[in-house]
C-alpha cells in the first residue's frame, strides 16, 4: 500500500516482474515470443557494460550488435510466470545472459 500526502492510502496489487538480459540478436525472437503469449507490454533497454561468468565487459567501440546486451522486462499476472518461463527457455537457455523474476506492486492492476 502506498501512503499519498494529504489523501491517504492507495492500494496497490501484486504481480511479477520478468528480466530477460540476452544479446542484441537474439531481441527479436524473445519479443516475438512474448507477443505470442499476448504479454500485454514490455520495456526494452540497452545494457552498456557489466560483469559475467568471464569477467567485465563493455559494449564500447563494437561497431556491431553481435556482442551487445539488452534487458527486455515485463510485468505480468503472477499465475502467467511459469507459462511464460517455459514458452521463452528454449530462446534463451543456451544464451549468454539470465533471467529473474521479482515481485513487484503496480496500482493499476488491469494494465498487466
Known amino acids: 500500500m502506498i501512503v499519498q500526502p494529504g489523501k491517504g492510502a492507495m492500494q496497490t496489487h501484486l504481480k511479477k516482474r520478468i528480466d530477460i538480459v540476452v544479446e542484441a540478436p537474439l531481441l527479436q525472437r524473445v519479443t516475438n515470443q512474448l507477443d505470442r503469449e499476448n504479454?500485454?507490454?514490455?520495456?526494452?533497454?540497452?545494457?552498456?557494460a557489466g560483469r559475467g561468468h568471464e569477467g567485465p565487459w563493455t559494449s564500447e567501440g563494437q561497431l556491431g550488435n553481435?556482442?551487445?546486451?539488452?534487458?527486455?522486462?515485463?510485468?505480468?499476472?503472477?499465475?502467467?510466470?511459469?507459462?511464460?518461463?517455459?514458452?521463452?527457455?528454449?530462446?534463451?537457455?543456451?544464451?549468454?545472459?539470465?533471467?529473474?523474476?521479482?515481485?513487484?506492486?503496480?496500482?493499476r492492476p488491469q494494465r498487466f
Open 39 to 48: 504479454v500485454s507490454g514490455y520495456s526494452v533497454m540497452p545494457i552498456i
Open 66 to 107: 553481435a556482442s551487445q546486451m539488452v534487458a527486455i522486462v515485463c510485468v505480468v499476472d503472477p499465475a502467467r510466470v511459469d507459462d511464460l518461463l517455459a514458452a521463452t527457455f528454449d530462446l534463451i537457455s543456451r544464451q549468454i545472459g539470465h533471467v529473474t523474476v521479482t515481485d513487484v506492486h503496480v496500482v
